[in-house]
Structure formats: structure tokens, C-alpha cells
């Protein structure tokens, strides 16, 4: 099992609907972040967040929408997809060091289908 | 030219076999290195970290850093089924915030 919670582990969704992907982590790590991963790819950056604040975003379509509440939450608001949406959407945290960062750990995903 | 070039394989060996997995890179600014293992419907799941050049074992598994030549390996000794997984190999530079650079990565198959 991962230290990094990520739920739901699968969701279908219509292009109209909104709905929201959580991700936690108890593992005292100050930096998040959302990557988006195709079959047969690498994962590809969306956000990053650094104590509790949008430090990148990877000019991602704003139908998603970040929220970073507290440091050990992070969720991604999703509206009116497309189904070239339709992706893993990984969540990663790593503890950030003053000039470096430490490496990240991942979650097990959400997989999302667009209908 | 992307920044980080890995063969996507798929790569298939017999149990028991040595497995070489590589990576090249142009950026000369990367200095640290890392190694994921993705199960499918998974994760990636951190196998090494290593920081400029040299060698890190840990277990089974011995990653290798050469700065020189732009060139990064893992090794996976005595290979197990359990090992069928695609590997990718991962690189940051020393500053720059938090972006990780991805290799595309390479599906392994460990026959038993």
C-alpha cells in the first residue's frame, strides 16, 4: 500500500457532471502535485503545489481546478471534460528541501473515463 | 530531441537473468536520478534515488549514474515474475523548482 491515498480508484463521468479527485497524505511532506498519464506513458505534470500554495501550473484547461485545503490534502474539481480527459490522474507528494526537493511519492491513481 | 530518451522495450527475459535498463539525457544540469517501477493499474513506486554521479545498491537492485557520458543504468539482478513491470527512469535538475523529467519507460517481462 502507498503512503499517498488517492480516491476514487475509478470514475465515470458524463461531460456535463462535476466532480472532484482527492488525494492525502499523512507523511509530513510540504510540496503536491497532479500528473496526468495516458496508456503507455510517462506521467505528465499538471499542478504543483508548495506549502499549501500554486507554485506550477502546467497550462492545464481550467475545467480542472486545483485545491490544495491544508498540507495534507489535495484535490483536483473537474468540469465539463472532454474525453481526451479520460487518463490516470496520479497525485505525488515529496518533502521540498530549501533549494531542492526531495524525491516524489506516488499514489495508485484514479482512473477517470469520459463518457 | 526529447531531454530524456529510454527504449519503451518491451524487453523479455528468463527468470534468473541480469537485467540492464538505461537512459541518456542531454540537460547536463540534471543532478538527481530516479528510478520507478509501475505495475499496471498502479502507481510508480520510487526504486532508487541517487544524487550526481556514482553507484547505489539495495538489494537487487544496483542503479548507476554516469555524469560524463549523460547515461544512467539499472540493474536487476536474479530477475523474478514479480519484476514484469514497466520501469522509468526520472531526472531533476540540482535548482529549478519541482519539475521531474520522465523517461518514457520500458516494459519488462520476466518469464518464469
Known amino acids: 500500500d502507498t503512503e499517498v491515498t488517492q480516491t476514487p480508484k475509478h470514475l465515470v463521468m458524463g461531460m456535463t457532471n462535476k466532480k472532484s479527485l482527492k488525494c492525502e497524505q499523512h507523511?509530513?511532506?510540504?510540496?503536491m502535485y497532479w500528473y496526468k498519464q495516458k496508456a503507455k506513458k510517462p506521467p505528465e505534470l499538471m499542478f504543483v503545489?508548495?506549502?499549501?500554495?500554486?507554485?506550477i501550473n502546467e497550462s492545464v484547461p481550467s475545467r480542472f481546478s486545483p485545491e490544495c485545503p491544508n498540507s495534507s490534502l489535495l484535490n483536483l474539481h473537474l468540469h465539463a471534460l472532454q474525453p481526451e480527459d479520460s487518463a490516470l490522474y496520479l497525485c505525488a507528494s515529496s518533502h521540498p528541501v530549501r533549494g531542492r526537493d526531495q524525491p516524489q511519492h506516488f499514489g495508485d491513481g484514479t482512473r477517470l473515463s469520459i463518457l | 530531441q526529447k531531454e530524456v530518451e529510454q527504449d519503451p522495450g518491451p524487453l523479455s527475459v528468463p527468470e534468473g537473468a541480469i537485467v540492464s535498463l538505461n537512459c541518456t539525457y542531454s540537460n547536463s544540469a540534471f543532478q538527481y536520478f530516479m528510478w520507478y517501477r509501475q505495475y499496471s493499474r498502479k502507481g510508480p513506486e520510487l526504486l532508487m534515488y541517487?544524487?550526481?554521479?556514482g553507484n547505489k545498491e539495495d538489494g537487487r537492485f544496483t542503479a548507476q549514474v554516469d555524469k560524463s557520458s549523460k547515461y544512467i543504468s539499472l540493474f536487476i539482478r536474479d530477475s523474478q515474475p514479480s519484476d514484469s513491470a514497466t520501469y522509468l527512469c526520472?531526472?531533476?535538475?540540482?535548482?529549478?523548482?519541482?519539475?521531474?523529467?520522465f523517461g518514457a519507460g520500458t516494459r519488462l517481462f520476466v518469464k518464469a
Open positions: 526520472a531526472m531533476r535538475r540540482e535548482t529549478g523548482g519541482f519539475k521531474t523529467i
Open positions: 507523511m509530513g511532506h510540504r510540496a
Open positions: 541517487t544524487y550526481s554521479s
Open positions: 503545489y508548495s506549502y499549501e500554495k500554486l507554485s
